[in-house]
DNA sequence: CATGGGTTAAACATCG
DNA sequence: CCGATGTTTAACCCAT
């Protein structure tokens, strides 16, 4: 039946993630082929069979800044989505064992309805997560289909290397070429794929067509790849375009019908042109997509809730959210007993009374308007704090980030292992706590425990600035401020140049300044701005960026060192090449950091709460 | 090129 | 014996 069923696709799912072995694990990782370019292949990526990639992966992806913000976008999604169903697996496990067990102990008792009850449910969570799948699939169907997943390689050169390193550079991008209308018509040989592009208001004379001609015949997405008829086969052997199926122009309102994909690909160049016509049937479609994505995380929020339900026995009533204060933890008095035991860790803050979710989006949006007109803030002692607080602001602002993305937070492991330390009310975390903490406050975490947890042992027995104190229970981490100060300084990651661009990048300033507030203004994401799919990360960037730049600014390059560090050897991709990266733009968009001023912290809601027993689930 | 910090792996020792 | 907790050592990578 349908449970068998589902069961097989978890399992299989499961299988294949367990074949996705550890991704060169740090040593070894071929030399040279590290900075090896060769467009395509981040398309592949993109629009990988649902796959999850290993964090490492996904992370070297994001600091490589190698695929196009959609493409990331795109990439986010899929493996938020993933992530989703990985933790649905998980529960759906647990959720059996839990009902194995009952029925044995129930089995003599003859419970029958209680049994059915559940067979019930169980069914219903089913039908929800079948739902949820394909309404992811077929979210990402229409976005490959779209064209709007395509890339272009000249993009993917982003002004900020240095400065948005351990940071997203999509939205960046994205915003970049928003507000710069970026016009490039790069379309240098390499440039193997070229979907619409809202980027160009104007025609990209000549070329168009040839280019067309050339590039759309690559245009394969394995996971569409439609047999389809083997007529002109012989010429693309794969003429999957997605505007193009059984031979019919899939642009919206269009459908026109054409024998051969020569025909078509030439009605498409003449009839769907750069226009404003086509382009205003992109945005349409755009906004399609969005509604299905609304849709979607509709959905998953009501499996959430689903979830949540099923899980907590009866105790409903969570416990609120807790204004945790990561920046004046000073002061903080007993937050967030480290205790709470909540039944289930998801990533997803469970069903917030807070706005609807829409895609991925809001959910992540960390910056509420105020953050940028006024610093609020009654904390933060701008200097002394950056100093001693290295990631708290960065890591506050973009908790919801880290906590939902599978982004490797751009911290140390001593960075973190202190600020969880000091988080605690106590200032002290037993080793497990500290697990706790990780997996609680990145998703990034929650995954490949052995690899992490064995650096946060390393961390705390190699630096001095953890101090072990043996307790009645066991022993507790501390942490030494003065000694973590100690060895801060010479860190400054690339400031010095971000710096320097900052000051001499004046020009773009404004700008991208007016670019991101009006971005943070309004958390719904824009539906007719560009191509800017839903921007999860888009605030939390802003908002890193504009803390690095601060701090850039505040101690010129002298220490700095919040967010720097990180940046951990991320193993080669082996599937992945990168674009060799123009070495030409690289400097607009730091001015961005004049909108400085310092964004004061928010609540923190600490949703959930995971804790002892199983630190990480997988 | 040398150096130091950070990350990852792995071997080992303790302890409950 | 096992697993969690700590310590160490080594190899890499990367930025300086």
Redesign the pocket.
Known sequence: MALQVARQILLQQQHQQQLQP?QG???????GS?KQPSLQVPVSVAMMTPQVITP?RMQQILQQQVLSPQQLQVLLQQQQALMLQQQLQEFYKKQQEQLHLQLLQQQHAGTQSKEQQQQAQRLAFQQQLMQVQQLQQQHLLNLQRQGLLTIQPGQTTLPLHSLT?GMIPAELQQLWKEVTNVKEENSSSNNSHRGLDLSSPQPPKNSLLNQHASTNGQYMSHSLKREGSTVDDHHHSHHSHPLYGHGVCKWPGCEAVFEDFQSFLKHLNNEHALDDRSTAQCRVQMQVVQQLELQLAKDKERLQAMMTHLHVKSTEPKPAPQPLNLVSNVTLSKTAPPEASPPLSLPQTPTTPTAPLTPLSQAYSVITPNSLHHSVGPMRRRYSDKYNMPISPDIVQNKEFYMNAEV?PP??????IRQAILESPEKQL???EI?NWFTRMFAYFRR?A??????V???????KC?V?VENVK????TVDELEFQK??P????????LVKNIQTSLGYGPALSAAFQASMAENNIPLYTTASIGSPTLNSLANAIREEMNGAMDHGNSNGSDSS????????MHHIKEEPLDPEDHEGPLSLVMTANHSPDFGHHRDYDDDQGHDDML
């Open positions: 550890q694990t740090g040593l070894k990782s071929p030399k590290e490492q390193q490797r911290f140390t492991y001593a960075s973190l037993t080793l497990n697990y490949n052995a690899t992490w947890k064995n650096a042992r390393h961390n705390l027995s190699l630096h953890f072990r066991g022993a507790v981490w060895r801060r010479q860190k400054i990651s690339g400031s010095p140049a560090p990180g940046r951990s050897p991320l193993p080669a």
